[in-house]
Nanobody, 124 residues
Framework: QVQLVESGGGLVQAGGSLRLSCAAS????????MGWYRQAPGKQRELVAT???????NYADSVKGRFSISRDNAKNTVYLQMNSLKPEDTAAYYC??????????????????WGQGTQVTVSS
């Protein structure tokens, strides 16, 4: 009942920037954590950055100082600003969100949803 849609991926040269967006929709009651993960061919999916409802952020060591995560709570959207991109950043980027869905009239339950992914390719 909660869907995530990513956008903003593309092809960029090394040193360039991209801004990814992820919008959550559905019968959302509250969102606890929104974050970004990535997976390159032949590699495991790894955490890139997370943003909690309390405003805490967490970044993978490989992207610290280059990437920045932010949230627009009114739009249930999370962003990932990626600067100084490197070829090793090339991967499919996936949005993740967890929290509770439902309304005040309906029973609420926890959700943990993933988007379909958006491709980021960095050329040297």
């Amino acid at each position: 009942q909660v869907q995530l849609v990513e956008s903003g991926g593309g092809l960029v040269q090394a040193g360039g920037s991209l801004r990814l967006s992820c919008a959550a929709s559905g019968s959302i009651f509250s969102i606890n954590v929104m974050g970004w993960y990535r997976q390159a061919p032949g590699k495991q999916r790894e955490l890139v950055a997370t943003f909690t409802s309390g405003g805490n952020t967490n970044y993978a060591d490989s992207v610290k100082g280059r990437f920045s995560i932010s949230r627009d709570n009114a739009k249930n959207t999370v962003y990932l600003q990626m600067n100084s991109l490197k070829p090793e950043d090339t991967a499919a980027y996936y949005c993740n969100a967890n929290g509770y869905y439902g309304t005040y009239k309906s029973p609420r339950a926890a959700f943990d949803s993933w988007g379909q992914g958006t491709q980021v390719t960095v050329s040297s």
